[in-house]
């Protein structure tokens, strides 16, 4: 009877203020619909392959709507991104929030999947030196996140790639260090040591700056060290050798292929007569022609490689002659059947 006469006052009242009588129901908001939008959006990223797009897409998506379910996902994204660390942390984070949310079985999954990870985590271990740690207001940062003083001296679990440890410190220089860490199971110790004073942020009693250790600016060379390799005709004694190298290859394939043109010459004679010759000659004419050509070839350029070499090497400037010596110039001409090396340059 009460329920009855509280429906019927509530229809009054609708019915004289002039209000439609509805039923109120929750609707989804705005901030859930987008997460859903987003979470399609990385979905296709990460099928054409896109994971780094498609990762950060389901971490906004979490960001507005966060759920165990949406942890999972994000977890597997940064899995296949190779962000073993991150998969790791987000599946802890899943497992949290479906326990306390009464999913059990997303908890367990998980739990199970974060589990899997394990032996593949890389970790860093950032270690302070003694005499480090001592220093007041003394702050290390990985990557620009602030690293809590209980995780110094663990081995805490990092993504792959490069990371950037900073240490800073009042009235100290800044100490920074770039370690990279590799894919797999492995840990990299990097040691913070003690971070100097920074005089500029201090003066003396009357006022006056205490003065700056400046860097120390590398020595001028000698001038006798002016003449370098190059100078000396060192590297040019080299070309000239390799020159000289080739050269001689190049005469021993000559030779090579001048006996052999011979030797198939003389084979076409014994089955000519006069200047007829039988048409089972025919292959044996087309290989002396190219075995001819190519020791021709290989002759001319092994003569001009030789004797480039040659001038190369004892044209070779002392320190007196350095600027001409680097107007040298060696090209070398190919053309049909002869080969050769064209040189410009004071000598």
Known sequence: ???????????????????????????????????????????KLMSRGDYAAGCNKYEDSERLDPS??????????????????????????????????????????????????????GRLNIVVADDAAGIAGLEISRDGSVVARAAW??????????????????????????????????????????????????????GSPLPTTPARAPAPPPENQAASDDSTGRSQRTVGLVLGATGVAGLAVGAVFAVAARSTHDEIQEQCVADLCPPSTLALRDSWRAQANIANVALGLGVASLAGGAIVYFSAPSAARTQRARQLGIAPVVGLGSAGLFATGEF
């Open 153 to 206: 001296g663990l081995g805490i679990p990092v993504d792959p790639g490069s990371h950037v440890i900073s240490a800073t410190a009042p009235g100290r220089q800044r100490w920074s260090a770039e370690v990279g860490l590799a894919p797999g199971p492995s840990t990299v110790s990097v040691r913070v040591p003690a971070l100097a004073v920074d005089n500029a942020l201090f003066e003396r009693r009357d």
């Open 1 to 43: 009877m009460l329920l009855r006469r509280t429906a019927l006052c509530t229809l009054s009242i609708s019915w004289l203020l002039g209000l439609p009588a509805r039923v109120v129901r929750s609707e989804p908001s705005r901030d859930r619909m987008t997460a859903e939008v987003l979470a399609d959006e990385a979905a």
């Open 68 to 121: 165990p379910e949406r942890l999972v996902t994000l977890a597997n994204c940064r899995e296949r991104q190779g962000k073993t660390a991150s998969a790791w942390l987000a599946l802890g984070e899943a497992s949290e929030m479906a326990e306390r949310r009464g999913y059990s079985r997303v908890a367990e999954e998980a739990r199970r999947n974060k589990k899997r990870l394990d032996p593949h985590l």
